[in-house]
């Protein structure tokens, strides 16, 4: 197989002529020696490629470890101590709360190990190692192959390379795909089941500004909350137990007071989500002008409901803090990304490229066979694709927003099993007992108003956005019987079910027999959701997924061509969830006409920004105390001021949440958080000027610790640099 050499994309070239050094790419760290050491240490690096990424010795990814399922984490001390954002941790923090112990509002700290608490089914995932295993994966691929023996072959071989390796080791071993198929990576891992919660600021403080201020620049967030890892007496990964020890790193972060002043090298080391840098036009119009569009409507819809009610009821409020937080934090990034794609003629730029990339693909004979159809191509798959994406978006987002919607679909399974396999008592059981644990969850979290409300909102937007063959056949009886009244539909509904009553549901749950099946079955809510699903599966699903595995091989042949028509230019592999390396200078930009954003923000800027009467801007008393006595410790800067969040030339993505950002010296100056919204385009689109990386200062979170919240102790297990 053909290898591709892969260059680091050093400078860029802007239009007044001038080189810049640029923040795109999302570098592999095992290939950072061969490809970007010399260029990270032309931009000020004092380290070598080797400090970041070792097989033979300890090594920065060996303090780097996934957060969960969807953040990033980081280890700050020999003793397991493991560093994220408040937002990463939101969910554990909130599991905890109650208005009796409300840690969102007041913070949590434990003042020993003996105070720190366990979160069943959380876990963070250390990387031990990334092998390319391209030519394992595809052997026995062939030009002649149809898409779907290509995916055989692969699936076959991948599963075998896996299973080779997980016979011999304790560790777990998942092959990832980079540069759109063109290569494979074998992901060595390590998972610990054993995360407890060690403190949390209030969320004053961790959630500072809340959802007006997410995504935003200047940001005055103290976005993190602090974990511990456990581990079996023998150190091996282990769930929950009494008897279990702290983790033992191989390596953990020292921490810098010296801060991060403009111009100064930085780099973010985590685990970016998605993004899709090399896509054609008619995907970007796709997502940008169809997609998110619906998706926004829906989710605004929502998040008016949910806030209105928070605003009634401490309780309210704290029941849904997390699920408002995650439905807003896509939504407000799907108006900064179509906005950005405006601004910046992403689409009219991928049209351009298109455009020279057709006369090159027709230049010779064997490249026209190759890809001179690729384009027309994707035209006509992305058109084919935009009725049914539609579907599906208002299916996931319009009907299953709906709470009792998605709890109502958890039953699907356990009346499968009743109705066809009633002898089957074990796996039986294995849901019934999934199902309990599940029902109090839901309950704890559930507050039925709301869920009425959105969903006859939700109901009449959906009837009104999508064609009548994509629509369940309960729309029928909304506009016959009910006259398309959503909100009396929604009560008779309601009326008839008994799955929006937690003693009921807890009380079938505990009785439940095989037959009880039929019980279910004869649910207004059940039969909603079953519907939903065999309409989704039935309707959408299969023709979605046959344009979608169209769209993915005509990616892996788009893929290819690009890098051969521009043999000089440095590609880096999409973000897919596995560790990367970004890195860039700090910086301030100009998102408009006359606005300047300057490097970091300060303590001033809190109070700035304070109004008791509004949630998201209120400051606790103590803070206040603190910043009029200037009691900063020596966690101020050199100016004497206390710096809360900095901007940086860093590439990052979904995911990046919790990463550590460090300085040349790898010591740990900062922890990633958010992106400011001028530049959340950047997953499709990267522009410099303006794409930056929010981080906490991590002057700021040690000053938290040690001057707000009394637990100081915590610093003595830190290693920090003055």
Known sequence: MKKFLFLLLT????????????????????????????????????ISADDIYSLNHSSMKDAILLFGRGCTSELISGEGLLLTNHHCGFDAIQKHSSVEHDYLKDGFWAMNRGEELPNP??????????DNVTDQVLKGITDQMTEKEREATIKK????????FEKNSDYQAAIKSFFK?????????ETFKDVRLVGAPPSAIGKFGGDTDNWM????????????IYVSPDGKPATYSKENVPYKPNYFFPISLN????????????????????????????????ENPAKIKLRTQRLDIFKKYAE????????????????ANGWKKMIGQDWGIQRTKAIKKKQDFEKDFQQWADATPERTKKYGNLLPQFKKVYEQIRPFQQAEDYLYEGALGIEIQRFALSFVQLVEISEKHPEDTARMNTILNRLKISEKSFFKDYYKPVDMEVMAQLLETYDKNVPDEFKPSWFAVIHNKFHRNYTKFTKHVFEKSFLDDPEKVEAFLKSYKARDYKKLKKDQFFQMALELRNFSSKNVQPKLSLLSAKTDSLM?????????????KHFYPDANFTLRVTYGKAGGFSPKDAVEYKTFTTMKGIMEKENPDIYDYAVPEKLKSLYKDQDFGPYADKDGSMHVCFVAKNHTSGGNSGSPVLNAEGQLIGVNFDRDWEGTMSDLNYDPSVCRNISLDIRYFLFIVDKLSGAGYLLDEMKIVK
């Open 259 to 290: 801060g991060v002043n403009e111009g100064d090298f930085t780099f973010v080391f985590g685990y970016p989500a998605r993004t899709n840098e090399y896509l054609p036009s008619y995907a970007i119009e796709e997502i940008t002008q169809v």
């Open 11 to 46: 400078t860029i070239l802007v239009g007044s002529g001038q080189l810049i050094y640029a923040g795109e790419g999302m570098w592999i760290p095992s290939l950072l020696k061969q490809l970007n050491e010399k260029e990270m240490k032309a931009m000020g690096m004092k």
């Open 181 to 189: 198929d063109n290569q494979y990576y074998m992901i060595v891992t």
């Open 217 to 228: 620049w200047p940001r005055h967030t103290g976005d993190f909350s602090l974990f511990r």
């Open 121 to 130: 089914g959380l876990t963070a995932t250390l990387m031990i190692r990334m």
């Open 157 to 164: 071989n991948a599963e075998q390379l896996v299973k080779d």
């Open 312 to 327: 009634t009821s401490p309780k309210i409020r704290i029941m849904y803090a997390s699920k408002q937080a995650g439905v």
């Open 556 to 568: 892996r042949i788009y893929m290819k061509a690009q890098m051969e028509m521009q043999p000089d």
